[in-house]
């Protein structure tokens, strides 16, 4: 059993090891700006390969130069709350795993579109920065971590800048700084609020929102998401709720 005692030790310590990995990077993300995630990755070997000439983009954008009509669009269609929460919506998780499970139920297990997603902001990104697309218990298990780490070592505003400037708006398009290029023509501070409702409301299927090559799997009507992204755009806070004072 020598040998298993030892095929445990090196797990653990590769595990061990990953983990302050990624607590270095996280860190350095306080004052760094990411040079990619995993996914953009991914991408580019999909769309690429190894051709040095590749159309996937991104360009990094300050917070403060995001109009405010895009952030809230943004808190509204993927996590209102993103600012008053810890990172994680447990009751959100469980409607999500109660609507998969019994999707896949109803395909006899064969169900390839869990469409019920209840994940963060904070959870995104985890899995976007470091994460594959697979979906298993340990996956999911290390998204939960990285997404502790993130919340820990990073503020609000960071997560959510980091967020908006590398989260997919099409096929090879990653972050507002392209996408406002993209679809308007205008910098990401110029957005007004039909184009940040608009834009917000690809979220969920970006690909699909490009390209009508990609909306065969998709489920989702984007007009009827514009509308509801932009009845609730003022009811978000951009900030975090002040902590009433003790008296």
Same mark, same amino acid.
């Given at each position: 059993m020598r040998w298993l005692s030892y095929l445990l030790k090196c797990l653990l310590g590769g595990f061990v090891a990953m983990q302050i990995y990624l607590v270095i990077q996280i860190g350095l993300?306080?004052?760094?700006?990411?040079?990619?995630?995993?996914?953009?990755?991914?991408?580019r070997w999909r769309l690429c390969g190894l051709s040095w000439s590749c159309p996937v983009q991104s360009s990094w954008v300050p917070y403060d130069k995001i109009s405010a009509n895009l952030k809230r669009a943004v808190l509204v269609s993927?996590?209102? #709350?993103?600012?008053?929460?810890?990172g994680v919506r447990v009751e959100d998780m469980k409607k999500a795993w109660?609507?998969?499970?019994?999707?896949?139920?109803?395909?006899?297990?064969?169900?390839?579109?869990?469409?019920?997603?209840?994940?963060? #902001?904070?959870q995104q990104l985890a899995k976007n920065l470091f994460?594959?697309?697979?979906?298993?218990?340990?996956?999911?298990?290390?998204?939960?971590? #990285?997404?502790?780490?993130?919340?820990?070592?990073?503020?609000?505003?960071?997560?959510?800048?980091?967020?908006?400037?590398?989260?997919?708006?099409?096929?090879?398009i990653f972050g507002i700084g392209v996408a406002a290029q993209h679809y308007?023509?205008?910098?990401?501070a110029?957005?007004?609020r039909e184009q940040s409702a608009a834009l917000a409301s690809a979220l969920p299927a970006p690909k699909c929102f490009d390209k009508a090559q990609y909306c065969r799997k998709a489920n989702i009507h984007f007009p009827t998401r514009q509308e509801f992204i932009l009845e609730?755009?003022?009811?978000?806070?951009?900030?975090?709720?002040?902590?009433?004072?003790?008296?």
């Open positions: 993300w306080a004052a760094l700006d990411p040079s990619g995630t995993a996914f953009q990755r991914t991408e993927e996590d209102d #709350i993103f600012f008053q929460h810890m109660t609507k998969n499970s019994q999707l896949n139920q109803q395909s006899g297990g064969k169900s390839k579109t869990a469409l019920r997603g209840g994940s963060t #902001i904070t994460l594959s697309s697979e979906q298993n218990y340990f996956r999911k298990a290390q998204e939960l971590i #990285i997404t502790g780490l993130l919340e820990v070592m990073l503020s609000k505003q960071r997560l959510f800048e980091i967020y908006l400037n590398s989260v997919e708006w099409g096929e090879g308007y023509g205008i910098s990401p110029l957005l007004n609730n755009m003022d009811r978000v806070a951009l900030a975090p709720t002040p902590k009433p004072k003790a008296r």
